[in-house]
């Protein structure tokens, strides 16, 4: 009797599986309907052809097709007995004498959510489970499709899925949240798959950056009712990026930091790039990007450039960062060495932001001027022994000021300075020769009447002493001059010879005298004195005249290393503007 119980229940699955073989039913496997609604389940049926029941019966059971583990009852034709969960709720709408098991579940709620299967019982052991099930899914909440990418400018449809598997109530679609959509417009069409129903709405838009992150949705109404279900989406739009913010073109000044930021909306996030000219600075992923420029110099001046990039497009803005500093030293070509008459250009060069005023000064005048000019040429046409000397190059703008001094050296040929002239004091006549020149001139003395030549190698005759590019020498004669007598001073470089007559007066006899060297530096001193007293009283009356700086005292003359010319103090007064305008 044991071995009976347990060989039953395989007696069974064997018994089935014969039957089994035409036995078939069709239903949808997946059906779905909104809490408190309706579902009509489609099912149809098969049995072998042999068998002719004189009537068929049918059972919907609930999560389980085997009626050993007492699963519920949905509906049972023979009796009116369901489980309490479906009681009122079912009712069966297919005729199953025509194999019909189409089935109508009514005021769903969530419990009801699972597998129904059908089986069929045409008496005796002909019934049979069928393994085909449907699975009812109960929703409060419409299903809303969006596109895998929308992108901004091209139409998109956005569609809301609504089950219709109630032919007693029918849903009622309307859009949310859309009005000020591009473009937009609502259509519905009904869908079927599978003997299942649904109505979809569609909402069609032309989508923008600014819609991105807009909640869109549908709601779902059901006439003489109550019931409301709504469903909302969040649109995800793409769109290249836009540079919403950034540095405008600024001004600084050298050694301060600079920050540059760079704000972009995009969808994807972009790549943001800082560039300076060609040369990529810094680069990342995101919505900002800071560019930090510590302690910035002129070399970081130039056009700089944020690019914002991603997979839909590319956007740039560019500025200009001008470094505003004060000029270099002023750079000149070279010092120049040229002979009278030459033609002589002479260039000084800066550089700065703003670009600078640059000024060439001599003996505290200025004789060319650029303004706003990297570069200023100073020019002459035929150049003389007066443009010699010391120049300053002053580079400036409102940060500041350089200076450069240098030379220009003019080689020409003698000149008889009018100094030159002979005394008489009683018996003895001294003769100056004061001549200048470039480079420095061999002096004689010529006494024609005598067919005499005094040079500078006659020590017992002649006294000379040099100073800067002037050369004076004395003779001194001692005895009565002889009437007919007359006394050339002649000067001689490399680029000429300068002859000129000294004027003196005359005596009955003419002795030569040989002057000691006590008395030839005292007769000296007192001649040059006279000489450089006359010369400095008319370089100070031109100097008042055309100078515009601040005028000093004629230094004394001194008879020692540092006597100064007038050229030489010239050269001193100009090294010192230079070094006052550079500070």
Request: glycine fraction near 6%; charge should be negative; aromatic fraction near 10%.
């Amino acid at each position: 009797m044991a071995l009976f119980h347990k060989a039953f229940p395989i007696f069974w699955m064997l018994l089935e599986g014969v039957l089994a073989g035409p036995w078939s039913a069709w239903m949808p496997s997946e059906i779905s309907a909104f809490e408190g609604t309706c579902v009509v389940i489609p099912c149809r049926f098969s049995y072998p052809d042999e068998l002719r029941p004189s009537a068929v019966h049918g059972i919907w059971y609930f999560n389980s097709p085997y009626p050993k583990n007492y699963p519920p009852v949905v509906y049972k034709s023979r009796t009116n007995i369901v489980h309490e969960s479906y009681m009122g709720r079912t009712r069966l709408l297919g005729d199953l004498i025509f194999r019909n098991c189409t089935l109508q579940i009514s005021r769903l709620s969530p419990e009801l959510t699972g597998k129904y299967y059908f089986r069929g019982d045409l008496g005796g052991y002909n019934q049979y489970t069928y393994p085909e099930h449907s699975n009812l899914k109960i929703i409060n909440k419409p299903t809303i499709v969006t596109p895998q990418e929308v992108v901004e400018g091209s139409e998109v449809e956005v569609s809301c899925v609504v089950p219709d598997n109630c032919p007693e109530m029918k849903p009622i679609v309307s859009w949310m949240n859309h009005d000020d959509l591009a473009e937009n417009s609502v259509y519905g069409q009904v869908k079927e798959n599978g003997s299942t129903w649904a109505l979809v709405s569609m909402l069609k838009f032309l989508p923008s950056r600014e819609n991105n992150g807009r909640e869109v949705g549908c709601k779902v109404t059901y006439a003489n009712t109550t019931f409301e279900f709504d469903g909302f989406t969040t649109l995800d739009i793409k769109y290249m990026p836009r540079i919403t913010q950034v540095n405008s073109s600024v001004e600084v000044i050298q050694g301060t930091d600079v920050v540059l930021v760079c704000s972009v909306d995009s969808n994807p996030m972009a790549v943001i790039s800082w560039l300076r000219e060609e040369d990529v600075l810094h680069e990342d992923v995101g919505g900002n990007l800071t560019l930090h420029l510590d302690n910035i110099t002129y070399l970081e001046d130039g056009i700089y450039t944020c690019v914002a990039e991603n997979i839909h497009g590319k956007e740039n803005h560019s500025l200009a960062l001008a470094v505003m500093y004060a000029p270099w030293k002023p750079v000149v070509n070279v010092s120049v060495v040229a002979v009278e008459g030459e033609p002589v250009s002479i260039l000084c060069s800066s550089q700065s932001n703003p670009e600078p005023t640059i000024t060439i000064y001599k003996d505290k005048k200025a004789v060319t001027m650029g303004v706003y000019q990297n570069q200023v040429t100073l020019e002459f046409a035929s150049v003389s022994h007066e443009d010699d000397g010391e120049y300053c190059c002053i580079a400036e703008n409102q940060f500041g000021q350089r200076s450069t001094a240098f030379n220009l050296t003019v080689e020409f040929p003698p000149i008889i300075l009018q100094e030159s002239k002979c005394t008489a004091a009683r018996d003895t006549v001294q003769c100056i020769c004061a001549a200048k020149s470039n480079p420095e001139s061999v002096i004689t003395f010529e006494l024609p009447t005598r067919n005499v030549t005094v040079n500078e190698t006659d020590r017992e005759f002649v006294y000379s002493q040099k100073n800067g590019y002037t050369i004076t020498s004395i003779l001194t004669l001692r005895g009565e001059v002889d009437s007919q007598l007359y006394i050339v001073c002649s000067a001689r470089n490399l680029y000429g010879t300068k002859n000129q007559q000294l004027q003196f007066h005359h005596s009955n006899s003419l002795m030569w005298a040989k002057v000691g060297p006590v008395g030839a530096v005292v007769a000296f001193a007192i001649l040059i004195a006279v000489v450089c007293y006359v010369s400095q009283t008319r370089k100070k009356k031109n100097m008042n005249e055309s100078s515009s700086f601040m005028q000093t005292e004629n230094p004394p003359v001194v008879f020692s290393g540092d006597y100064r010319t007038p050229g030489n103090l010239e050269k001193s007064e100009s090294k010192e503007i230079c070094s006052l305008q550079s500070h």
